[in-house]
């Protein structure tokens, strides 16, 4: 062992503290033995001359560094909480993608800690991709001018299903134009095609809240800095834009204090393309939906073709009758109530 040490008398006589030779301790913190002069040496030398408390302080030395690592930095990240949202662009992990009908997806995407969204009601976020999208003819995007050609990046917006009740993730439903799958639309569409090509642990660059119109509960709407309040709710959405309105229903649904009256009339072309249909029919009879579909299949109940004057009358009379009903009820109320105090009177 003498010849292994002999390297090492030129730069360990002076700080070894009068030791004969440098100890595992001095191969770690000294970059000369650092470099390859070694180490395993000078641990075996340690061991065969019970040298132990050598041995042990870069074992404590790294263990302590460990935790110092985990409790400042790991553990803040892990147990951090609050908003996620903060105006700036921010990338998210994609941890779950389920495809909801053929070219409807749900991408479930991963908060630091037990993180919120931090989105009120009635905002949405906007989500960011280069515009690196292969076109089928230069400036043109499914045979028309494309406004966006020249630009960047593109932004989409999107209203996630996910509520502030849920931390340490968000859902968004998309739906997919593929290229090529419509002799209309040769070139697909943008950014839910380009989500639907992500994989699981893949990056998304998204900003917000953003939003001009908040639902605050209790049929009040917020408005560019005016409040409107209603007792009834009146909806119309199509496709994929059911998200938001998803949103302000199920906030309306799980506050009890919340008595607005919701009606909602919902458009798809087929029955395949309904998207979040169990989750529309679990919110009856608090929610009225009536659905209407442009090709409708043989046995289908709800209404057929596009929405029309028509349609837009019978979310009308589908309020009225709410309020009709709910006049009713008032006034049996008031008819008891006086006939209870006609009884007390007589008595």
Same mark, same amino acid.
Request: with cysteine; proline share 5%.
């Given at each position: 062992?003498?010849?292994?040490? @002999?390297?090492?008398?030129?730069?360990?006589?002076?700080?070894?503290?009068?030791?004969?030779?440098?100890?595992?301790?001095?191969?770690?913190?000294?970059?000369?033995?650092? @470099?390859?002069?070694?180490?395993?040496? +000078?641990? $075996?030398?340690?061991?065969?001359? $019970? =040298?132990?408390?050598?041995?042990?302080?870069?074992?404590?030395?790294?263990?302590?560094?460990?935790?110092?690592? /985990?409790?400042?930095?790991?553990?803040? +990240?892990?147990?951090?909480?609050?908003?996620? +949202? $903060?105006?700036?662009?921010?990338?998210?992990?994609?941890?779950?993608?389920?495809?909801?009908?053929?070219?409807?997806?749900?991408?479930?995407? /991963?908060?630091?800690?037990?993180?919120?969204?931090?989105?009120?009601?009635?905002?949405?976020?906007?989500?960011?991709? !280069?515009?690196?999208?292969?076109?089928?003819?230069?400036? &043109?995007?499914?045979?028309?001018?494309?406004?966006?050609?020249?630009?960047?990046?593109?932004?989409? #917006?999107?209203?996630?299903?996910?509520?502030?009740?849920?931390?340490?993730?968000? =859902?968004?439903?998309?739906?997919?134009?593929?290229?090529? @799958?419509? !002799?209309?639309?040769?070139?697909g569409g943008k950014s839910g095609?380009?989500?639907?090509?992500?994989?699981?642990? =893949?990056?998304?660059?998204?900003?917000?809240?953003?939003?001009?119109?908040?639902? +605050?509960?209790?049929?009040?709407?917020?408005?560019?800095?005016?409040?409107?309040?209603?007792?009834?709710? *009146?909806?119309?959405?199509?496709?994929?834009?059911?998200? !938001?309105?998803?949103?302000?229903?199920?906030?309306?649904?799980?506050?009890?204090? =919340?008595? *607005?009256?919701?009606?909602?009339?919902?458009? $798809?072309?087929?029955?395949?393309?309904?998207?979040?249909? #169990? &989750?529309?029919?679990?919110?009856?009879?608090?929610? /009225?939906?009536?659905?209407?579909?442009?090709?409708?299949?043989?046995?289908?109940?709800?209404?057929?073709?596009?929405?029309?004057?028509?349609?837009?009358?019978?979310?009308f009379c589908l309020v009225c009758?709410?309020?009709?009903?709910?006049?009713?009820?008032?006034?049996?109320?008031?008819?008891?109530?006086?006939?209870?105090?006609?009884?007390?009177?007589?008595?």
């Open positions: 062992m003498d010849a292994v040490y @002999e390297k090492y008398e030129l730069f360990c006589n002076a700080c070894s503290g009068g030791r004969d030779v440098p100890t595992p301790f001095c191969a770690m913190v000294c970059p000369q033995l650092a @470099e390859g002069y070694g180490y395993r040496d +000078l641990i $075996n030398h340690s061991l065969e001359t $019970n =040298d132990y408390v050598q041995l042990m302080i870069p074992i404590i030395f790294t263990v302590i560094i460990i935790r110092i690592v /985990k409790v400042f930095v790991v553990m803040p +990240l892990m147990t951090k909480s609050g908003p996620f +949202l $903060n105006r700036k662009r921010q990338f998210v992990k994609l941890v779950q993608k389920e495809h909801l009908t053929e070219n409807v997806v749900r991408f479930r995407y /991963k908060l630091p800690g037990s993180q919120t969204l931090g989105l009120y009601v009635g905002g949405f976020i906007k989500v960011h991709h !280069p515009n690196s999208f292969k076109r089928q003819k230069e400036g &043109e995007w499914n045979g028309r001018a494309d406004p966006e050609a020249e630009l960047d990046e593109i932004d989409r #917006k999107y209203t996630p299903v996910t509520s502030e009740d849920d931390k340490g993730y968000f =859902d968004i439903v998309v739906k997919s134009y593929r290229p090529s @799958e419509n !002799p209309k639309f040769p070139d095609y380009k989500m639907e090509c992500q994989s699981i642990g =893949d990056l998304l660059q998204i900003s917000g809240p953003f939003g001009h119109i908040k639902y +605050l509960g209790g049929g009040v709407f917020k408005k560019t800095g005016k409040e409107y309040k209603t007792a009834n709710i *009146a909806m119309i959405a199509g496709g994929s834009g059911i998200t !938001p309105m998803l949103q302000i229903i199920r906030d309306v649904i799980k506050n009890s204090s =919340d008595h *607005a009256n919701i009606s909602l009339l919902y458009a $798809n072309q087929t029955e395949d393309d309904i998207i979040l249909r #169990k &989750e529309l029919e679990a919110l009856a009879p608090r929610l /009225k939906c009536y659905m209407t579909l442009d090709r409708p299949p043989k046995g289908w109940e709800g209404g057929a073709g596009f929405i029309t004057k028509g349609a837009f009358f019978f979310v009758s709410i309020l009709i009903s709910r006049c009713v009820k008032v006034f049996w109320r008031i008819l008891l109530a006086l006939r209870r105090m006609s009884v007390l009177q007589r008595s």
